[in-house]
């Protein structure tokens, strides 16, 4: 049985003592659901001696309309728990991609427990990193954590562990931003600005900052979608994700649109060429093809994640065409079907 080491825990009851502990010198980490961060505690791929809680922070537990700069979108806190987003029927009727890359996360005791915050920040994953630390003790371990070398290109000068969030390619795709507080300061960014391609530092966020609240703009006619590749459909991380979100004229032409990629890279891939290729046009079959074929292009995904390499290529643009044919308001609930069976 792995164990947790040993650690001090605070419990903060507002987001100013949380900050306050987090500034302090000793390398504290955050703790909200603890369903990534204990596991990893205990495979000794994070150590921290401190860990300050979230869960008794009850400023960050609410989802609110019309607040801050967004007046009418949704601001939602770090600590609500992917149940509770799920459950909640504004996310159901006007965030289409939120609602579905929630209810896909892990399962539904993970969802109970585990919030939005940890979700956006949840470590970047890697075949040669998830493992106990015996496990990656027998390989001379690895540049993420104990080693020097990257065993997925040895040459590589940076890890290439993949992001394997499924909110926040959604939260991307709808435009968010989320605020960071620490004991100093205050900021608001894009959501996509929360992120960077590098799988050990793959959060800009810094150490003593806490992502406190997510913002999403009204979605007034627009619809988005999201669509998860993973071995088993109960529940397991990404493999490859596709959010996406598109603004409709009366005519069915498309006046915005935003294509995300996720677990193809340490960060969230913005597939603009393909989103830029659907403006204007209709999701006739054609648009549909040709977008899906320029949103395959900017991912790398790297030989460290479930699934062969080659067939993961290989099917990135049916899952991306999948995902627009959804958008444009086909059933698809045959090809999701169809999909899980080809994974068998
Ligand atoms: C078996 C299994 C399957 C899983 N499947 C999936 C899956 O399919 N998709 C998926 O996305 N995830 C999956 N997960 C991971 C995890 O359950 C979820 O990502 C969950 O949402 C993490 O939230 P948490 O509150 O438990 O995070 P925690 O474990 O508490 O924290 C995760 C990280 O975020 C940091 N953090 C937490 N809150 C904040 C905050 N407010 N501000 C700044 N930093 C913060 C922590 O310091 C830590 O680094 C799975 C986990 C398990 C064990
Ligand atoms: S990508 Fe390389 S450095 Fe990063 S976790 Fe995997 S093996 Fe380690």
């Not at 044919?325 to 086909?330: A, S, T, V």
Request: charged share 25%; with cysteine; net charge positive.
């Amino acid at each position: 049985m792995m164990r947790l080491p040993h650690f001090k825990y605070h419990a903060p009851r507002t987001v100013r003592e949380a900050a306050e502990l987090l500034a302090a010198p000793g390398g504290a980490m955050l703790v909200a659901g603890g369903t990534d961060l204990l596991p990893n505690m205990k495979r000794r791929q994070q150590v921290p001696q401190t860990l300050i809680g979230l869960r008794c922070v009850a400023e960050l537990r609410s989802i609110q309309s019309g607040v801050g700069l967004r007046e009418a979108g949704l601001t939602i806190g770090a600590g609500v728990t992917l149940t509770e987003l799920v459950r909640d029927r504004r996310i159901g009727e006007s965030y289409g991609a939120l609602w579905q890359a929630a209810s896909q996360v892990a399962t539904p005791h993970l969802r109970n427990m585990g919030t939005l915050g940890g979700n956006l920040c949840l470590d970047t994953r890697c075949n040669y990193y998830d493992q106990n630390y015996e496990w990656r003790k027998s390989i001379d371990f690895c540049m993420k954590k104990d080693g020097k070398i990257c065993w997925v290109a040895t040459g590589s000068p940076k890890c290439l562990a993949v992001s394997s969030t499924d909110t926040a390619p959604a939260l991307l795709a709808l435009g968010a931003q989320v605020t960071l507080v620490s004991a100093n300061a205050t900021r608001q960014v894009a959501a996509s600005d929360l992120y960077q391609n590098d799988g050990i530092h793959y959060l800009t966020r810094r150490p003593d900052e806490i992502l406190t609240a997510v913002h999403i703009p009204s979605m007034n006619g627009w619809r988005s979608v999201y669509w998860k590749l993973r071995r088993r459909g109960s529940f397991d991380f990404p493999v490859l994700s596709v959010a996406a979100a598109a603004k409709f004229a009366d005519d069915g032409t498309i006046e915005a649109a935003r294509i995300i990629l996720g677990a193809v890279a340490s960060r969230p891939i913005d597939a603009s060429a393909a989103a830029t290729a659907v403006i204007g046009q209709r999701l006739t079959d054609e648009v549909i093809a040709h977008a899906a074929e320029s949103a395959a292009k900017p991912a790398k995904p790297m030989d460290n994640t479930d699934f062969d390499l080659t067939w993961r290529k290989r099917v990135m643009k049916d899952v991306v065409a999948y995902a627009l044919r959804e958008l444009r308001g086909d059933d698809v609930r045959d090809w999701r079907r169809k999909l899980s069976k080809q994974m068998l």
